[in-house]
């Protein structure tokens, strides 16, 4: 859905949902300012059992001079546009409309009307409707306020940022021109005395593993900001490498998650918690997520308190005990035990630092499994693959194992990766510059089925790993160790049939 399609209707009503937080108020009040650039009678709604009495969100309000109204009757309008939340369901009130719209961020579990704008892998719905309004030309940093009310949702949404893994969302942080001191006077009035108390009391019943170094809480049902506060005091102890601090809330458990080695990512860690049960994500030393109630429950998992917290300590065990560990540089492959592949003919893209002025330069590749932060020198060619992903490569490897074309070159993937310098100094699609490229099978490649999970720190990046799970193919070719994904290693090579003699 577009927002230009909206401008059919000229009385629309823009509804958070019940008790609204940041997200909601100010995506709302962003598609208000657009509306109302179209001379459109609009307005800003809430509605519940109670009105809003968190101070930051009173805060932010006043300050911005948000015309949020709290209703509990509504005129039909012509047009009722729920935001952060989907019409008909159990957080919002059920008002009438001519017309109904959503914009959303949230899994869908009812259906939805057709003007529908539901995205449940971005972070905040300030991003979503961020990225309507670019597509309709709308700046909203020529509008006071906006920005940073935006930036804030998405703040509040993903636990200070812990919880981004989308890269939409990571553009809106790089776009927005924010006043930042507005931005600390919220954060400083997010914590009530009330929540002072549990996290306090949360820090006092605090568990340790001895062996894998980890620490866990459970704190009592807050706003889950505060499980972030109580994560990052858990970590400041010596002994303490990761931790998870959880509360048991009607819908789920929500969960925040902190590394402070390079062994553990958070985001990989989170997505290991909620692996069938719900979602996680983040980034490398904040992350987070849900477990939702009625998975755990098809699942089998005991929903009492104890059930809850012996399933979340047992989660961190098998995590640290079933995963091996492969520094790159140091491991020794045991080629005697891997199969020769060749690799199949098909199309990639190829772009050449030096044509866009940034060799001997280090960069950030944001793609759609996370930034890439790479130095390009002058003998590296960055690739895309098949499907998005992104990697470097040495100039003589890719004469060895790759040929160019006159095929046109097609990208297809959710995300476009984008080249940023590390200060944000230009931002370049790198689909302008990608030149297409057939892979040939000249050389054989030693692969071999993953049994385990296995963490691979290759030679390009020290402090990140990459991931192999069960059923993936660690790959061992004439320079280094890679992990393919089974998909992808399955689509891209085949297997060299030996001779029997």
């Given at each position: 859905?577009?927002?230009?399609?909206?401008?059919?209707?000229?009385?629309?009503?823009?509804?958070?949902?019940?008790?609204?937080?940041?997200?909601?108020?100010?995506?709302?009040?962003?598609?208000?300012?657009?509306?109302?650039?179209?001379?459109?009678?609009?307005?800003?709604?809430?509605?519940?059992?109670?009105?809003?009495?968190?101070?930051?969100?009173?805060?932010?309000?006043?300050?911005?001079?948000?015309?949020?109204?709290?209703?509990?009757?509504?005129s039909k309008p012509e047009l009722l546009i729920t935001v952060d939340c989907q019409y008909g369901e159990g957080n919002v009130t059920k008002f009438d409309g001519d017309n109904i719209a959503v914009i959303d961020h949230h899994q869908s579990t009812y259906q939805l009307p057709e003007l529908s704008e539901v995205r449940s892998n971005i972070g905040s719905c300030c991003t979503i409707v961020w990225k309507m309004?670019?597509?309709?030309?709308?700046?909203?940093?020529?509008?006071?306020?906006?920005?940073?009310?935006?930036?804030?949702?998405?703040?509040?949404?993903?636990?200070?940022?812990?919880?981004?893994?989308?890269?939409?969302?990571?553009?809106?942080?790089?776009?927005?021109?924010?006043?930042?001191?507005?931005?600390?006077?919220?954060?400083?009035?997010?914590?009530?005395?009330?929540?002072?108390?549990?996290?306090?009391?949360?820090?006092?019943?605090?568990?340790?593993?001895?062996?894998?170094?980890?620490?866990?809480?459970?704190?009592?049902?807050?706003?889950?900001?505060?499980?972030?506060?109580?994560?990052?005091?858990?970590?400041?102890?010596?002994?303490?490498?990761?931790?998870?601090?959880?509360?048991?809330?009607?819908?789920?458990?929500?969960?925040?998650?902190?590394?402070?080695?390079?062994?553990?990512?958070?985001?990989?860690?989170?997505?290991?918690?909620?692996?069938?049960?719900?979602?996680?994500?983040?980034?490398?030393?904040?992350?987070?997520?849900?477990?939702?109630?009625?998975?755990?429950?098809?699942?089998?998992?005991?929903?009492?308190?104890?059930?809850?917290?012996?399933?979340?300590?047992?989660?961190?065990?098998?995590?640290?005990?079933?995963?091996?560990?492969?520094?790159?540089?140091?491991?020794?492959?045991?080629?005697?035990?891997?199969?020769?592949?060749?690799?199949?003919?098909?199309?990639?893209?190829?772009?050449?630092?030096?044509?866009?002025?940034?060799?001997?330069?280090?960069?950030?590749?944001?793609?759609?499994?996370?930034?890439?932060?790479?130095?390009?020198?002058?003998?590296?060619?960055?690739?895309?693959?098949?499907?998005?992903?992104?990697?470097?490569?040495?100039?003589?490897?890719?004469?060895?194992?790759?040929?160019?074309?006159?095929?046109?070159?097609?990208?297809?993937?959710?995300?476009?990766?984008?080249?940023?310098?590390?200060?944000?100094?230009?931002?370049?699609?790198?689909?302008?510059?990608?030149?297409?490229?057939?892979?040939?099978?000249?050389?054989?490649?030693?692969?071999?089925?993953?049994?385990?999970?296995?963490?691979?720190?290759?030679?390009?990046?020290?402090?990140?790993?990459?991931?192999?799970?069960?059923?993936?193919?660690?790959?061992?070719?004439?320079?280094?160790?890679?992990?393919?994904?089974?998909?992808?290693?399955?689509?891209?090579?085949?297997?060299?049939?030996?001779?029997?003699?």
């Amino acid at each position: 859905m577009r927002l230009s399609e909206l401008l059919r209707f000229n009385k629309i009503v823009i509804q958070c949902h019940d008790n609204p937080d940041a997200d909601a108020i100010a995506s709302g009040w962003a598609l208000y300012k657009y509306f109302s650039s179209h001379e459109k009678d609009v307005r800003l709604v809430y509605s519940g059992n109670m009105q809003i009495t968190k101070n930051n969100l009173l805060l932010m309000k006043n300050l911005f001079k948000i015309p949020l109204e709290y209703v509990e009757r509504l005129s039909k309008p012509e047009l009722l546009i729920t935001v952060d939340c989907q019409y008909g369901e159990g957080n919002v009130t059920k008002f009438d409309g001519d017309n109904i719209a959503v914009i959303d961020h949230h899994q869908s579990t009812y259906q939805l009307p057709e003007l529908s704008e539901v995205r449940s892998n971005i972070g905040s719905c300030c991003t979503i409707v961020w990225k309507m309004l670019k597509d309709e030309g709308f700046d909203v940093n020529k509008y006071d306020n906006v920005p940073t009310a935006l930036y804030y949702g998405l703040l509040t949404d993903t636990n200070n940022f812990s919880e981004v893994f989308h890269p939409l969302d990571r553009d809106m942080q790089d776009y927005l021109i924010v006043k930042s001191t507005m931005i600390r006077r919220f954060k400083n009035s997010n914590l009530s005395m009330s929540e002072l108390k549990i996290a306090g009391n949360a820090l006092e019943n605090s568990e340790y593993n001895i062996e894998h170094h980890f620490g866990m809480v459970e704190a009592q049902p807050c706003d889950p900001n505060i499980l972030g506060i109580i994560s990052d005091m858990l970590l400041e102890v010596h002994l303490i490498d990761t931790c998870i601090v959880y509360s048991v809330l009607d819908y789920g458990v929500k969960f925040s998650i902190r590394s402070c080695i390079r062994e553990v990512q958070a985001s990989e860690l989170a997505e290991y918690i909620s692996e069938k049960n719900g979602s996680g994500g983040g980034h490398l030393e904040k992350a987070g997520g849900v477990l939702k109630m009625e998975l755990l429950e098809s699942n089998g998992v005991d929903l009492s308190k104890e059930g809850i917290r012996d399933y979340i300590y047992n989660r961190m065990v098998e995590y640290y005990e079933s995963t091996k560990i492969i520094y790159g540089e140091e491991e020794e492959n045991d080629l005697m035990s891997m199969r020769s592949f060749v690799k199949r003919k098909f199309l990639m893209g190829y772009v050449d630092p030096e044509e866009i002025g940034l060799s001997n330069r280090n960069v950030t590749i944001r793609t759609y499994e996370g930034d890439v932060d790479v130095y390009l020198t002058e003998d590296i060619y960055i690739m895309i693959g098949i499907h998005g992903e992104v990697y470097p490569i040495r100039k003589v490897n890719f004469e060895r194992g790759y040929e160019r074309t006159d095929v046109s070159y097609e990208f297809v993937g959710e995300y476009e990766p984008t080249i940023k310098s590390g200060k944000g100094d230009f931002n370049i699609p790198l689909i302008n510059f990608a030149r297409p490229c057939l892979s040939i099978s000249e050389h054989d490649v030693c692969a071999k089925v993953l049994d385990c999970r296995v963490k691979l720190f290759d030679s390009w990046e020290s402090e990140k790993y990459i991931l192999g799970k069960p059923g993936d193919y660690i790959v061992a070719t004439q320079d280094d160790v890679r992990i393919i994904e089974k998909k992808y290693f399955e689509l891209m090579y085949e297997e060299v049939e030996t001779s029997v003699q």
